[in-house]
């Protein structure tokens, strides 16, 4: 469809989150094999990997910045 979709940071390869760079990606390509929302998936990520909230997570890029993001 001729479409940029962003990743978050750190979503790539590199760290452990590129799993969930790879489940957005999969959510965009087929998204009725990928129905649950990607924020669901790393809520449970960043509860088990790191004991935090995902939504208590901020970006450290400074020229990051997601449509409507604060």
Do not use: C, M, Q, T
């Amino acid at each position: 469809n001729k479409k940029i979709y962003p990743l978050p940071p750190s979503w790539d390869f590199g760290s452990l989150r590129w799993v969930l760079g790879l489940h957005y990606i999969a959510g965009i390509l087929f998204p009725e094999k990928f129905p649950s929302p990607v924020n669901e998936e790393a809520e449970k990520f960043y509860r088990l990997f790191y004991n935090v909230s995902y939504d208590s997570v901020k970006p450290n890029r400074s020229f990051y910045r997601i449509k409507g993001d604060k």
